[in-house]
């Protein structure tokens, strides 16, 4: 089962907290990933489910701009039970507890099983192509 290395980015300008964001993964419908590694429901557009994240990643404020390190997710393309799965990111202010802003220019993504590296922005120019 493929582990997909998304690379760092950076956002630029960043207005909001300094200290306690970060990315929340969700996943949007229940699929089991190549490994045997079951996912279940979550989704950014309702804040009350938002509860069943699943990974959150830590960021940090550098020259300022919000930095999104590398982390690895789970290949949705070639699940067995539902190839269609995708997943949804939601920037997180932990000093809150509240979410800030839905992560990139689609509210979902797919994450195919190769490359076994790929950036935000080959992610959503692939959304795009679809």
């Known amino acids: 089962m ?3 290395t998304i690379a760092s980015v950076t956002i630029p300008n960043w207005q909001g907290n300094s200290t306690g ?6 996943a949007n419908a229940p699929f089991t990933a190549q ?5 279940g429901f979550g989704s950014q557009l309702n ?4 509860g069943t994240f699943f990974q959150s990643v830590a960021c940090a404020v550098s020259g ?5 390190p590398s982390f690895t997710l789970d ?3 070639d699940s067995p039970d539902n190839p269609a799965a995708s997943y949804s990111a939601v ?14 220019t689609f509210a979902a993504f797919a994450l ?19």
């Open 2 to 4: 493929p582990l997909i």
């Open 21 to 26: 964001v970060s990315l929340r993964i969700y």
């Open 35 to 39: 490994s045997g590694t079951s996912y």
């Open 47 to 50: 804040p009350a489910s938002l």
């Open 64 to 68: 300022g701009g919000l930095v999104v």
């Open 75 to 77: 290949s949705t393309t």
């Open 91 to 104: 920037l997180w202010d932990g000093t809150s507890g509240q979410p800030v802003q839905s992560f990139g």
């Open 112 to 130: 195919p099983a190769s490359p076994a590296s790929t950036t935000w922005g080959a992610i959503f120019l692939a959304e795009a192509t679809q």
